[in-house]
């Protein structure tokens, strides 16, 4: 099978509201993302990732858009999009838009209309959505929203239920509905003949529903029953057709956000052999540490267990090696900072953990995603106040499960809010020491993190022992080497408590990563001595053979 130009590549995701701002008013846009460029091309990546930069009410941060051919004005106008997109082909880079097509705003004219009637006597809209009667006077059956409260609303003028996965201002598209999908499919050529590379899809196996909208199983879990909406019975008829009538005419890359996937659906809809996605995001190993008790969903405290982050990226690497791909990553614009999640943010060791991280991810099969600051070792904030909060998800979460169900008291919620929130990782990028750690001139939209002054891009890019170089030199690495890029997956001693190992084989060659994820010195010899073994990657300046020290992390290549 020829390799794929996306197998090579390593994307780097920027949440352009909080990248930087350049004209000043306190938001990130595209002329901030243009300057940037230089030190983009000098960590080594390959192609940027951009949430949605499309004209909305913002209700979830731009994840609800009101109008898919325009650029949201606060983010700058289509010709400096049109630059920006030039510009970034320039410096050899690649782009990829988010695509945003499970749920449109509620200010979409499409919606505006479609709530207006229900036999569509003014628009041939009115089953653009998914529309209900009420059953017994009360919502169609028992989903919750992702966001907090039911999935369904009510509308008195049409006198139905509309679904909404998210939140209200996030009405669910008739995917069943052929207009809708050939809608889409001309959303996506508008952009795919401006020149963009390829799209992330958001949610994209939520858009076939299951059939009859079945109630979810009591007790329901906080928020969206992902599991129950997901890989819906026409989800691959649909990628198939758009793979038909749109992607297959491009030379594009496609990544799908995939909530609750299983190694088998991603083979299904991004097998080498079929022509539909290309890669999935997966959310086993993001969500591995979820609250025992099933009414607080995602929101917990809990310290990570190894060998349950260990078994659900093991999965993953054994199951698709071979037979589809593996995005690979820790951050988003949705999780938690992953040093402060996954290792440690303590001063002493952040550094190295975060390095670790890097090593331990990229020099896995499959395209690595790094998130904004993720290549500074950014932290999470450490919240203490609700107030502190923007997301939508974290306020009505609380309000939710504190005030309304009780289920929680404010002082537990507020630490399992400061652990798990989206917040942690929409804070402006770091870049220097300067007021607002140079993202702008102004007060920014939302605070930034109080330990900018110790981490931030100058300062890195002036260390040659900082994790920004760790991230260059691994991004090197993948792009030199088809041991690393295509080699297979060996995980050696899956309960291991302490360490992650495994081996990598390629053609005659062998790749052994051993990484500590605790600050104790451990002994571990995995024939790291052997005479044809050469250390070709390290957090530490030595090597001390079987002994591991604090957070280290090492790659070694057997001949
Ligand atoms: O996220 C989908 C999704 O899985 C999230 O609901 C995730 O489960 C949650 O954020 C974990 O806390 C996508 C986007 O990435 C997210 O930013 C949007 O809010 C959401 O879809 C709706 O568009
Ligand atoms: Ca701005």
């Given amino acids: 099978m020829a390799h794929k130009w996306w197998q090579n590549a390593v994307i780097y995701q920027i949440y352009p509201m909080s990248f930087q701002d350049s004209n000043n008013d306190g938001i990130g846009d595209l002329p901030g993302i243009e300057q940037r460029l230089p030190y983009l091309k000098k960590l080594g990546v390959d192609v940027l990732w951009l949430n949605p930069i499309y004209k909305s009410p913002n209700k979830d941060n731009g994840y609800d858009i009101s109008d898919y051919e325009q650029i949201q004005p606060v983010y700058g106008s289509m010709a400096e999009f049109d630059k920006l997109l030039s510009q970034i082909h320039k410096h050899g880079m690649k782009l990829l838009m988010d695509l945003v097509v499970n749920h449109t705003s509620d200010q979409h004219r499409w919606f505006q209309e479609s709530k207006r009637s229900k036999d569509g006597k003014y628009s041939d809209y009115s ?18 929203a992702a966001f907090g409260g039911s999935a369904w609303t009510f509308v008195p003028e049409r006198g139905q239920y509309y679904l909404h996965l998210f939140a209200p201002g996030q009405p669910d598209l008739n995917w069943e509905n052929p207009a809708v999908r050939e809608s889409v499919w001309n959303i996506m050529r508008f952009w795919l003949d401006k020149g963009v590379d390829g799209f992330r899809m958001d949610v994209i196996n939520l858009i076939s529903k299951p059939a009859g909208l079945p109630d979810a199983p009591e007790p329901a879990t906080y928020g969206l029953t992902e599991a129950l909406v997901a890989d819906g019975p026409k989800l691959d008829d649909y990628l198939r057709e758009m793979n038909d009538k749109v992607l297959s005419h491009y030379d594009i890359m496609t ?80 999780q938690p900072r992953a040093v402060s999640r996954f290792a440690t943010d303590d001063p002493k060791y952040r550094v190295r953990a975060a390095k670790m991280l890097g090593t331990t991810l990229h020099m896995m099969q499959g395209t690595p995603f790094v998130y ?63 007021k607002n750690a140079g993202f702008s001139k102004v007060q920014p939209w ?17 260390d040659s022992q900082s994790v920004f170089y760790h991230y260059q030199k691994l991004i090197q690495l993948r792009h030199d080497s088809d041991l690393v890029k295509f080699g297979n997956y060996d995980e050696i001693d899956p309960e291991d408590t302490d360490v992650f190992a495994y081996r990598r084989h390629y053609q005659d060659q062998t ?19 052997h005479p044809t073994a050469k250390l070709i990657l390290s957090n530490y300046d030595d090597d001390l053979g079987t002994e591991l020290r604090p957070y280290e992390s090492k790659v070694y290549v057997f001949k």
Avoid: C
């Fill in 372 to 434: 904004e600051g993720e290549e500074l070792g950014m932290t999470n904030v450490h919240y203490t106040r609700l107030d502190q909060y923007e997301d939508l998800e974290a306020i009505n979460s609380y309000h939710e499960l504190v005030d309304e169900q009780k289920v929680v008291d404010g002082q537990t919620m507020l630490k399992y809010l400061a652990h798990m929130s989206r917040d942690n990782a929409r804070t402006p990028m770091q870049w220097d020491t300067s």
């Fill in 446 to 462: 939302f605070a930034v993190n109080p330990n900018y002054p110790e981490i931030n891009a100058e300062k890195a890019v002036d």
């Fill in 255 to 334: 990544v799908g956000e995939m909530p609750s996937s299983k190694p088998e659906d991603a083979i299904n809809y991004t097998g080498l052999d079929k022509h539909e996605l290309n890669m999935v995001f997966q959310f086993e190993h993001v969500t591995v540490a979820a609250n025992p008790d099933p009414r607080l969903g995602k929101w917990n405290d809990q310290p990570v267990e190894l060998p349950q982050l260990k078994r659900a990226l093991s999965r993953w690497q054994k199951a698709l090696d071979g037979r589809g791909w593996n995005s690979l990553y820790w951050n988003n614009h949705d």
């Fill in 511 to 529: 790749l052994l990563v051993i990484s500590n994820f605790t600050d104790q010195t451990v002994t571990r010899d995995y024939d790291q001595g």
């Fill in 127 to 144: 089953d653009y959505y998914i529309w209900r009667d009420p059953v017994d006077g009360h919502e169609p059956n028992n989903w919750h």
